[in-house]
DNA sequence: AGCTGTGAAACATTTCACAGCT
DNA sequence: AGCTGTGAAATGTTTCACAGCT
């Protein structure tokens, strides 16, 4: 209240940041210039104390009477969520899906930058995948002693997914992204998200079997 | 409590149901017969009243004194998640993500049937992908008037993501699993779930940034 | 007059703690 | 003695409602 207070930000609040700052620069991109928390939440379906709570546990970025400037709101929002840098990334199994992902631009418009794409399959080693070559995992940790290392996507099959997190995480890296379905665990420091294709299908077939429609899990 | 009168399931329930299920398979397949919500729990790094109030939203599965026997306890789940049952789904957008998930086998392990997929881009349509051929969007409403589709993947690009999801409504399909990076909204009774990679990479980066570790956010 | 920022109320979820069965 | 099933307490999240600024 009196400064920079650290406040606690509530772990449903995050994700909602993301989805305001994908809004927040499609209304810049069409010149909009100033956003009031009612049409916002109108836009993104949502209850608009919702949004001014969630900012306000980073400061108060909007004038009362008036809204939020949208290029001001943008900055605040990159900077509370530690987008004002760059983060490297690594992918961590090149089959379909890793090489998919890879191959997908749209990593550096958000500031995350993909600096190497490793596998443990001969065959696959040396490969082509756009801006570089699949290299070998047991380049890792030397790799991550040259470069730094912010994030490892891991696209392994499920059965290696919990060896390489280790590794991973023993090499020093602290975020996790694992699309294997298989919940590993990681030394604490180390943060780790599922992305988790069956399960939301799963989800997806409860809605659709519990009843006709609106069974809402999200 | 005296019969099959239908309880209120918490929507936090339903994806911790699918981490039950994979667990259990997997202690099933190594041949354990029974297990207590304590020992569950401290597999999946939960609490075990967690566990059990997530079930008696269901029924009672469980032996006082006991615990609960896994393959009947797997059966009540996959009932319960609407997954004695085979479901189909279509993928939408043959891009890169799109194909990678056309040939990701596990689909199947799930009871979830790929019977097509679809894209509007000449240069695509006709190729083999596995198990079939793209086929063209234009085919897309005579195809589900023929063939039952409960669920769509939507992979199409952020900027066709929302006519797209228009049309597959309009199909009469009922769930779509949305991989564009930008939420799309739809007519009441249909169901979406949004995987969106950029969001989660956001996410980390603001628990990376926020403080030394366990800032978690899950 | 209009919109933010925020305590307080309403609602949802998780955890505790224990009665009740085996 | 051990473990389930579940009210009740604790905790977390969302929404209301209004004071305070422009």
Redesign the interface.
Known sequence: MHGDEKRHVP?AT??R???Y??KLRELHAHGVARVSSKDLAAM??LNPAQIRKDFSYFGEFGTRGVGYEVPRLIAEITR????D?T?N?VIVGAG??G???A??R??A????RLVGVFDSSPGVIGASYGSGRVRAIDEFEAFCAQERV??ALVTVPAAEAQTTVDRIAAAGV??V?DFA???V?VP????V?Q????????????????D???????
Chains 1, 2 share one sequence.
Request: overall charge negative; glycine content about 10%; charged content about 20%.
């Open positions: 772990a995050v994700p940041l993301t989805l700052l994908r993104i379906d509370s969520l530690g987008l840098r983060w990334a379909l899906l090489t998919a992902l191959r997908y749209g990593f418009d958000q500031g995350f912010d994030i602290r975020a992204l379905p298989v919940r665990s604490a420091g180390v943060i998200r992305v988790d294709l069956s399960s939301e299908l799963m989800i997806l077939a409860y809605s659709l079997a519990d006709g429609a609106g069974g809402d899990v999200s």
